[in-house]
């Protein structure tokens, strides 16, 4: 079978887990099964001989024949009979438990772990039971005592599990008696047709259970005749038919799908990468493969996946109201998360206006920004100036504002005009300068344009700090403050699009802190939902907003909305989102890890190929050229980039290029060790690619 692991739980102490625990071992076993056992915490030992012993963790080894060492079977051991939390004084190193629990999952065909108490016994201050089964990603097993009342204990258990994401295997229930009992007798079929779970069977009470004897005949014969072992296999095998249910998805995607800013020819002919489910850094796929997530799912994860208080803030949410229009109504999630964002953003911007994507929350900004000079009466402020090598979205407004020719070339009859002026893209400066001796003039395009067009110009719209989509170009320091001050000068708006660049990305809440520049309007997406569910704003300055207040007769209302614009769920996780930030202080730790990525990137100068290394926060993009002298660039047919891509995808590492530019922008609490990886796999990926 393939190697895994079961979560051995009850839904209470001393309900029998360590005796179905050892029944399972001695199954396996006797099919020939190399089992691990472990019991990661154990409390009420007795001491003896200067030593603390676990009868539970004897019995376990004993059942299991394991030859591992006790100190990675139990590695914490108390003799109060208290919960961990309490026996420990919050001094469990969860890593610790983990690390020893992935050796012990290497060394054997099967590891069963076994927990303490139920689901909701505290390990640490905020950390139970349930979160260690969800850190481990493995199924449970839940053991039930018999008895009267246990219907209520073992349906709260098996909903603690459902609300925590737990995959549940099944219920084996302890002290079976189906002779004098009547509860006894009923109480399995009820409770598994009530939860929906797999009744797996059960263990009557065993009197001739030793340790020293090693007298497990009782308890083997018993679960050999009542524990239905093959159908726990089955539920544990279901991974092993992954390969034909991976091939079947295929199939349909292949059939039904078109996926964006994909070349459909080249994904018909290779195997996709089906994604099934994540936790924490890590997306692992149908296939049950897992892959450390580089770009935070295109740049939407900021807290990794699964995030307990997220998933608990939707699941909170759902029970209230899934969706109700934002249209002439308001909704509780929506009002409090305005408010969080205008505490957050830059002095100054006082209003919300929610949309779903980043696309759409530019798209209002456009078209607020053209609306407030029509407004104002000044009828020939009619045009936006935008960058080269900007990139807005996807939507007809948005692309107008564009400046990849890639992206956006084929569809110029459908857009309006627009001025687009030089980006600061030191590595390409189109003057070929160096900063900081330039002086910025890379800033010339822009002051010329406005010095000939400003009363033509509604808009000047930017990407602040950073283009992403252009190729991670960072901005010299200094560039984002003199754009403020043109636009000032000349009479325009500054639009920040932050929706890439907003959320920690940069080291700071937004990308426009770090000039200390407040913008007439900021578009925000991506990681405001922390990549559960789709949810942009726009906000802007309180003039802006009361240029479209008057009399219904006037029709000054701002035409623009989406079914389902401000949608309850999404703002219930961004609220909880924002709430991380502060409580975690995500910003402050965030520091660490950004100077640990600079540090690693420093080895990757000495790559002949790597022309250059732009780094902005946890945002990277390494450019590949295939002369470092010339910055001659790689040919379009050498997709030099995407090779590089798909060759850390084979050391378990999800990337996604910008052309030649390699793009690293991990969410903001993953760990030093996961940052080490990446770094370590993409320089081997580029070596290797490149020669």
Same mark, same amino acid.
Request: glycine share 6%; aromatic share 8%; with cysteine.
């Given at each position: 079978m393939r190697r895994k692991a079961l979560f051995i739980t009850g839904t209470d102490t001393g309900v029998g887990k360590t005796v179905v625990s050892c029944a399972l071992a001695l199954l396996f076993r006797e099919r020939g099964i190399d089992?691990? *056992?472990?019991?990661?915490?154990?409390?009420? +030992? =007795?001491? /003896?001989? %200067?030593? !603390?012993?676990?009868?539970?963790?004897?019995? @376990?080894?004993?059942?299991?024949?394991?030859?591992?060492?006790?100190?990675?079977?139990?590695?914490?051991?108390?003799?109060?009979?208290?919960?961990?939390?309490?026996?420990?004084?919050?001094?469990?190193?969860?890593?610790?438990?983990?690390?020893?629990?992935?050796?012990?999952?290497?060394?054997?065909?099967?590891?069963?772990?076994?927990?303490?108490?139920?689901?909701?016994?505290?390990?640490?201050?905020?950390?139970?039971?349930?979160?260690? *089964?969800?850190?481990?990603?493995?199924?449970? +097993? =839940?053991? /039930?005592? %018999?008895? !009267?009342?246990?219907?209520?204990?073992?349906? @709260?258990?098996?909903?603690?599990?459902?609300y925590f994401g737990i995959e549940i295997l099944g219920v084996i229930f302890n002290n079976l008696d189906t002779k004098k009992d009547l509860s006894k007798k009923t109480n399995p079929e009820t409770i598994c047709k009530l939860a929906n779970v797999d009744n797996l069977g059960s263990i009557a009470f065993?009197?001739?259970?030793?340790?020293?004897?090693?007298?497990?005949?009782?308890?083997?014969?018993?679960?050999?005749?009542?524990?239905?072992?093959?159908?726990?296999?089955?539920k544990l095998n279901k991974e092993d038919s992954s390969v034909l249910e991976a091939k079947a998805l295929e199939n349909l995607d292949k059939r039904y799908i078109w996926h964006p800013f994909t070349q459909m020819k080249d994904w018909l002919s290779q195997q996709p990468l089906i994604i099934k489910q994540a936790r924490g850094s890590y997306l692992q796929d149908v296939k049950g493969r897992w892959f450390l997530d580089g770009v935070s799912s295109l740049w939407v994860n900021i807290h990794g996946h699964r995030k307990k208080e997220l998933d608990l803030a939707l699941k909170e949410q759902v029970d209230k109201v899934a969706h109700?229009?934002?249209?002439?109504?308001?909704?509780?999630?929506?009002?409090?998360?305005?408010?969080?964002?205008?505490?957050?953003?830059?002095?100054?911007?006082?209003?919300?206006?929610?949309?779903?994507?980043?696309?759409?929350?530019?798209?209002?900004?456009?078209?607020?920004?053209f609306a407030y000079w029509q407004y104002r009466n000044y009828q020939e402020k009619t045009k936006f100036i935008y960058l080269n090598y900007s990139y807005h979205g996807d939507?007809?407004?948005?692309?107008?504002?564009?400046?990849?020719?890639?992206?956006?070339?084929?569809?110029?009859?459908?857009?309006?005009?627009?001025?687009?002026?030089?980006?600061?893209?030191?590595?390409?400066?189109?003057?070929?300068?160096?900063?900081?001796?330039?002086?910025?003039?890379?800033?010339?395009?822009?002051?010329?344009?406005?010095?000939?067009?400003?009363?033509?110009?509604?808009?000047?719209?930017?990407?602040?700090?950073?283009?992403?989509?252009?190729?991670?170009?960072?901005?010299?320091?200094?560039?984002?403050?003199?754009?403020?001050?043109?636009?000032?000068?000349?009479?325009?708006?500054?639009?920040?699009?932050?929706?890439?660049?907003?959320?920690?990305?940069?080291?700071?809440?937004?990308?426009?802190?770090?000039?200390?520049?407040?913008?007439?309007?900021?578009?925000?997406?991506?990681?405001?939902s922390a990549g559960y569910l789709p949810l942009a704003a726009t906000l802007t300055k309180e003039d802006i907003y009361r240029q479209f207040l008057g009399n219904y007769s006037e029709k000054k209302t701002f035409?623009?909305?989406?079914?389902?614009?401000?949608?309850?769920?999404?703002?219930?996780?961004?609220?909880?989102?924002?709430?991380?930030?502060?409580?975690?202080?995500?910003l402050k730790r965030v520091k660490q890890k950004i100077e640990f990525l600079e540090n690693q990137l420093k080895r990757f100068k000495e790559l002949s190929c790597v022309g250059d290394i732009r780094q902005k926060g946890l945002i990277v993009g390494i450019e590949l050229v295939k002369d470092k002298t010339t910055k001659q660039e790689f040919s379009w047919e050498d997709k030099i980039g995407i090779r590089v891509c798909e060759y850390v995808r084979t050391k378990g590492l999800i990337l996604r290029p910008l052309g030649n530019v390699i793009v690293l922008m991990p969410p903001l609490s993953i760990e030093l060790r996961d940052l080490k990886k990446i770094t370590d796999i993409t320089y081997d990926a580029i070596e290797h690619v490149t020669g």
């Open positions: 089992v691990g *056992v472990m019991k990661p915490i154990a409390t009420g +030992v =007795v001491k /003896s001989k %200067n030593r !603390l012993i676990s009868f539970d963790t004897e019995f @376990l080894i004993k059942a299991s024949q394991t030859k591992d060492e006790k100190g990675l079977i139990t590695l914490y051991r108390s003799q109060l009979p208290l919960s961990a939390y309490d026996a420990f004084k919050n001094k469990i190193s969860i890593s610790r438990i983990i690390k020893s629990f992935k050796e012990l999952e290497n060394r054997h065909d099967l590891l069963l772990v076994e927990g303490i108490g139920g689901l909701f016994v505290p390990i640490r201050r905020d950390y139970f039971v349930a979160d260690l *089964v969800r850190d481990l990603a493995i199924p449970i +097993v =839940v053991v /039930s005592r %018999n008895s !009267l009342g246990t219907i209520n204990h073992t349906l @709260l258990t098996l909903k603690q599990a459902e065993i009197k001739n259970l030793s340790v020293e004897r090693q007298e497990f005949g009782d308890l083997l014969r018993q679960a050999n005749k009542y524990i239905r072992l093959e159908l726990i296999i089955k109700s229009t934002f249209l002439g109504l308001s909704h509780v999630p929506a009002i409090k998360l305005a408010k969080q964002l205008i505490d957050i953003a830059p002095k100054g911007l006082t209003k919300v206006f929610f949309s779903d994507d980043g696309s759409t929350s530019v798209e209002i900004a456009l078209k607020m920004a939507t007809i407004g948005s692309v107008s504002v564009g400046g990849i020719d890639l992206f956006h070339k084929i569809f110029r009859p459908l857009l309006f005009s627009s001025f687009k002026v030089e980006a600061p893209y030191c590595y390409r400066c189109p003057k070929e300068k160096v900063y900081p001796a330039c002086r910025l003039q890379c800033l010339d395009s822009l002051k010329d344009t406005l010095e000939r067009y400003h009363k033509q110009v509604c808009a000047l719209i930017v990407e602040p700090i950073v283009q992403c989509a252009g190729g991670i170009i960072v901005w010299p320091q200094g560039i984002l403050r003199q754009m403020r001050q043109l636009c000032d000068r000349y009479g325009i708006l500054l639009i920040a699009d932050e929706v890439a660049v907003g959320f920690g990305r940069t080291g700071k809440m937004f990308a426009c802190e770090h000039e200390d520049v407040t913008p007439d309007i900021i578009c925000l997406s991506k990681g405001l035409f623009h909305g989406h079914s389902y614009t401000a949608n309850p769920l999404a703002c219930a996780v961004a609220r909880e989102s924002l709430e991380i930030f502060r409580k975690e202080d995500v």
